[in-house]
């Protein structure tokens, strides 16, 4: 009788010990590749809702308006500076659509994978592309980027998301007006997927921007995203300075 | 030795499977207002709708609404339902309810603040009140857990705010919210539903920060005065008189058909519909937020 109920004790263990590894990894602590590792589906086509900090994302913000940004004071001296006109004049109109900013910018992103270790997020608004390199990735020794360098990870102790840290950043703008981040600026993403009770999917994305010559504290956005059924809508853009 | 042996393996499930299946949302949260400041800080501006999916009633209603409204005495502390904890400004105080006889979380909750009563996420899995039961400004939330994330589903509030012009809820809104822990981050992901004033769901998602210094919820209570309204009289616009309808066209040069809000103003296609009609506003002299230097804080 004893051993039965010992025995009971057993099986119900092990029926548990499954669940709670799942809690601390799931899919995403297993082996294979990062793409087969995958937790949850990120590809497909998100469209962005913008329902948040509307009027400086849907349109072109006044000079000077910097509501929210914790600037130091030689950010606030940059972005005085601003100027769309000289940005257009020098080539550098994409400096609002680099991976500190780009996915604040109303548009579509698809996602997929460009191979079994890395993930591939395009935008049509201003036709970006960034890449996010799981494993061993090393970058390539060369100049910073507007999108910089992403190296991915599957997080699997707590919940399970993908996180994202991106460096070798070329310097652009936080918001289209102006605000400046610069060349050391390092930015941390969590990208998180939801049912809704309601049947949507959505994506919502963490973004903390640190960067110690224009940012008093980490500036911290959170952007969400809904699944699309196709590619409709996908509306590929140049970058503007001015709009 | 097999009683010891069945005690020791209970032990160890009874402690472990209730923290496998959750995370600690436990501490003090600092709201970090980097996004949309001026609408959680002092305010936003009057008829400022845009991105709001509201439908013809929900706009109806709000252009009716007068920012005096809330200084009759009755309506003072009216409003603040739980999506305040979305628009709102204030950090979140956020602690578990034990049963004091099993030792099992039976509730999370999230601190009152102010005008915002606590919102108790019952985890004990009882069953909803009808729909035909008293509301209240707190409203009643079930929760469950799924990829370690609290997901919380709020009904039986009251009317209140969904933006703190004019926008407003009904009693029939439905609200979820996701409470998503990375590291020393807590994002909230909160949708609201509402047959009365929605068309479609509409979406906040705000990011709050592990504050190293202890937050007490509560603070000084909403208390109701009189503010001058005469009695009997309700403050409103009626039907076509809303005088604020310019506020955002003259300081943004948003154009009012943005401004009146409805769910294609959150969607992007909508920008190559005010392209034409847009032309940059001049240099930010109000609410412009900005360095410490410039005199200015966030």
């Not at chain 1, 070329?170 to 997927?193: F, T």
Request: proline share 8%; aromatic share 10%.
């Amino acid at each position: 009788m004893k051993n039965r109920i010992a025995i009971g004790v057993c099986v119900v263990m092990a029926s548990c010990l499954p669940l709670m590894a799942q809690g601390r990894g799931g899919r995403g602590g297993g082996g294979g590749t990062p793409k087969s590792a995958a937790p949850y589906d990120l590809t497909g086509y998100w469209i962005s809702i913008v329902d948040e900090d509307w009027r400086f994302r849907m349109v072109m913000p006044p000079p000077g308006d910097y509501m929210g940004v914790p600037m130091t004071a030689e950010a606030g001296r940059v972005a005085a500076a601003w100027d769309p006109a000289k940005d257009e004049a020098s080539g550098d109109v994409c400096k609002a659509y680099g991976a500190a900013s780009l996915l604040r910018q109303p548009g579509i992103l698809h996602i997929s994978w460009q191979d079994d270790n890395t993930l591939k997020v395009e935008m049509d608004t201003g036709k970006q592309t960034r890449l996010f390199h799981f494993g061993n990735f090393k970058a390539p020794s060369g100049p910073a980027s507007l999108q910089g360098d992403s190296v991915a990870s599957w997080e699997t102790a707590g919940v399970r998301s993908l996180k994202v840290d991106t460096s070798n950043l070329k310097a652009g703008y936080l918001r289209k007006n102006g605000v400046p981040y610069s060349e050391n600026a390092k930015v941390e993403e969590y990208y998180d997927v939801l049912k809704e009770p309601h049947g949507e999917t959505m994506l919502v994305v963490t973004t903390s921007v640190t960067d110690p010559q224009y940012l008093s504290q980490p500036f911290i956005v959170t952007s969400h995203f809904k699944k699309q059924p196709s590619d409709a809508g996908w509306n590929p853009q140049a970058c503007s300075a001015k709009w | 030795m097999t009683r010891n042996f069945i005690f020791t393996v209970a032990v160890i499930a009874g402690f472990s499977l209730p923290v496998a299946a959750q995370v600690d949302l436990s501490g003090s949260w600092q709201s970090k207002n980097h996004e949309d400041a001026l609408e959680r800080g002092a305010g936003p501006n009057p008829a400022d709708f845009t991105g709001i999916p509201f439908n013809d009633a929900g706009r109806a209603k709000a252009l009716g609404y007068s920012q005096s409204e809330i200084s009759m005495p009755e309506r003072v502390c009216a409003f603040y339902s739980q999506w305040h904890m979305m628009i709102g400004t204030f950090g979140l105080k956020m602690w578990n309810e034990v049963d004091p006889l099993t030792g099992k979380t039976i509730a999370w909750v999230v601190g009152s603040w102010e005008d915002r009563d606590a919102m108790t996420i019952w985890m004990d899995g009882r069953p909803r009140p009808s729909k035909n039961a008293p509301h209240s400004q707190a409203g009643f939330t079930l929760g469950t857990w799924d990829n370690n994330v609290l997901t919380a589903v709020t009904t039986h509030m009251l009317t209140g705010y969904l933006r703190r012009n004019g926008v407003m809820t009904s009693d029939q809104a439905v609200m979820t919210t996701h409470f998503i822990k990375h590291g020393d981050m807590l994002t909230l992901a909160s949708s609201l539903e509402d047959p009365i004033y929605l068309s479609e769901p509409y979406y906040i998602t705000r990011t709050f920060v592990s504050a190293p210094n202890l937050m007490n919820s509560g603070g000084p209570p909403c208390i109701p005065g009189d503010e001058g309204v005469p009695p009997r009289s309700v403050p409103h616009y009626l039907p076509g008189k809303n005088p604020l309808l310019n506020e955002l066209p003259t300081i943004y040069h948003i154009p009012q058909e943005a401004a009146m809000g409805g769910a294609e103003t959150a969607y992007p296609a909508f920008r190559e519909k005010i392209k034409d009609k847009f032309t940059m506003a001049p240099k930010c002299t109000k609410n412009c937020g900005g360095p410490p230097a410039a005199g200015r804080g966030n």
